[in-house]
């Protein structure tokens, strides 16, 4: 039987200094101490090693640990965190692998680790979550399928000026073309900016905003001056439904790091603020990873648009088939000398009215259907549901040619575009 429990350590020093002092053999002890030799030895063997401190019991933990990390390794990765606290584990173990390849770095959930032992993982709050709604982004399977557009919400520098920040970014990739502070979120800064974009990186099939202004407005088909220049640059104006932001999810969730990596705490000044939204576009852009995109960098999944943007804006062309007029300064056009409004936002555009029924027409922009017209009422009504931009009418030829080249069998968007 093993020792008693009442005189374990007192029964290995005896049987070791017996043994030592050669009284007896190491199987006559053994058998008076009821243990075997394998342990009469085990112990000889600690006694010799550290004397009688040797034969206390040892802790069941692991001495040591082959596979625990450099300590020099670890410190790599707690400096990358302080330096960048909004990024998580995996986004952390990808750019140390880029930055040091010959190194080999800890896993993941290493790493998620090593960041709550020292206090530097903040536990994400947990959120009430919606179904996604992902009808709005089918069509983002290319670069320069959708572009999306919007502000940021307004804040104030330490010196008290407001920053208003339009952004524009690639659904696909989430390259973000330009973050940038304006003195208003009108019309005329809001072409400048997109038009700088578009000489950059050509244009994009769709651009996808909110009905916020200058994107829309209450006009005919929730039309702005913006809009039509998009529409007769041949890009359709795509608008999510009003109070659903997650229809434009992947611009709102850089908005979110947005805000945390540049906006909050604000800078001193605009021009320091502008130098922030630089810096941050620069590193969202071409340093750090982005898991939807398998842990690349949204720079080496996009590429230009090869849509260049037009040295002249071509006006919209009709077939025969429709009745073209041209809207006057006060938003009306004439039908059998008889003024009916549709909208200021057209104005000196040409409109095509194409028959439908006896008395009835489809008014377009160019491609673009935007309303129905009662020639006897001399009304324009709201468009009707099931009218595409490229449906039965196109394959007949019916309708007016596009402004610039568009894939005719795929759609970009479930959603009305206009």
Same mark, same amino acid.
């Given at each position: !039987? ?18 030592? &002092? %050669? ?16 342990? *009469? ?11 009688? /401190? ?19 390794? /670890? ?8 330096? =960048?606290?909004?990024?998580?584990? @995996? ?9 040091? +390849?010959?190194?080999?770095? #800890? ?6 680790? !090593? ?13 009430? $979550? ?14 320069? $399928? ?9 804040? $104030?520098?330490?010196? %008290? ?45 769709? !651009? ?13 088909? *929730? ?18 439904? #009003? %109070? ?6 992947? =611009?709102?969730? !850089? ?15 605009? @021009?320091?603020? &502008? ?5 941050? $576009? ?40 429709? =009745? ?7 938003? /009306? ?23 439908? /029924? ?17 020639? =006897? ?22 309708? +007016? +040619?596009? +402004?610039? #080249? ?9 959603? @009305?575009?206009?």
């Amino acid at each position: !039987m093993p020792w008693k429990a009442s005189s374990v350590m007192e029964a290995r020093v005896r049987l070791v200094l017996e043994y030592e &002092q %050669g009284e007896a053999t190491m199987t006559e002890l053994c058998r008076a101490y009821e243990v075997s030799r394998e342990t *009469g030895y085990y112990w000889l063997r600690r006694y010799r090693v550290g004397g009688v /401190e040797g034969l206390r019991d040892l802790g069941r933990a692991a001495q040591r640990h082959p596979n625990q990390t450099a300590a020099e390794v /670890e410190q790599q990765v707690l400096e990358m965190r302080r330096a =960048h606290m909004r990024w998580g584990p @995996r986004k952390l173990k990808r750019v140390l692998e880029r930055e040091s +390849p010959e190194q080999r770095w #800890p896993a993941a959930s290493t790493i998620g680790e !090593m960041l709550r032992r020292e206090g530097l993982a903040v536990p994400a709050a947990k959120r009430r $979550r919606t179904q996604p709604y992902t009808q709005p982004f089918a069509a983002a399977d290319a670069p320069n $399928r959708v572009w999306c557009a919007d502000f940021k919400g307004w804040f $104030r520098t330490q010196d %008290g000026e407001r920053i208003d920040a339009l952004t524009l970014s690639d659904a696909y990739s989430r390259y973000l073309l330009r973050c940038q502070a304006v003195e208003k979120a009108d019309h005329e800064r809001v072409r400048a900016i997109c038009e700088a974009a578009f000489r950059e990186y050509g244009m994009p099939e769709a !651009m996808r905003s909110d009905n916020g202004a200058p994107f829309a407005s209450r006009a005919v088909a *929730g039309l702005s001056r913006l809009a039509v220049w998009w529409m007769k640059l041949g890009i359709v104006p795509e608008r999510i439904a #009003p %109070g659903h932001p997650e229809q434009n999810g992947r =611009h709102e969730r !850089m908005h979110r790091t947005l805000k945390q990596e540049a906006a909050s705490p604000a800078a001193a000044n605009r @021009r320091a603020q &502008q130098k922030a939204f630089d810096r941050f $576009r620069q590193e969202y852009n071409h340093v750090r990873p982005h898991e939807a995109l398998g842990m690349q960098t949204p720079a080496a999944c996009y590429q230009a648009s090869s849509r260049e943007y037009p040295a002249r804006l071509r006006e919209p062309e009709y077939g025969s088939a429709l =009745h073209v007029r041209r809207v006057q300064q006060h938003g /009306e056009f004439y039908w059998k000398h008889q003024p009916v409004f549709l909208s200021e936002v057209l104005w000196n555009e040409r409109i095509g009215f194409l028959p439908v /029924e006896e008395r009835g027409y489809i008014v377009f922009f160019g491609r673009f259907p935007l309303a129905r017209f009662d020639s =006897h009422q001399l009304k324009v009504l709201p468009l009707p549901d099931g009218i595409d931009f490229y449906g039965d009418e196109a394959e007949e030829g019916e309708l +007016p +040619p596009s +402004p610039a #080249p568009h894939p005719q069998n795929q759609e970009l968007s479930g959603m @009305r575009p206009v």
